[in-house]
């Protein structure tokens, strides 16, 4: 699975918006957004707060395991 899929799904089942996530990770909606599309990458240091925001594990996120 792809990341951005983990992403967009753990937004969605959480029922946030980007505009909430991106302020978690320092990011407008936009900047947010432009991850979940594609447009833009990850930072690690985003993904390390979102896998604490979300309470789970880097390979939960990033698809390794399920």
Do not use: P, W
């Amino acid at each position: 699975m792809n990341y951005r899929v983990r992403m967009r799904n753990l937004r969605e089942d959480n029922d946030l918006t980007q505009r909430e996530i991106g302020a978690i990770i320092n990011k407008s909606q936009q900047g947010y957004s432009h991850i979940e599309d594609g447009r833009a990458e990850l930072k690690i240091d985003d993904l390390i707060r979102l896998c604490k925001f979300y309470n789970v594990s880097a390979d939960y996120f990033i698809g390794l395991t399920d």
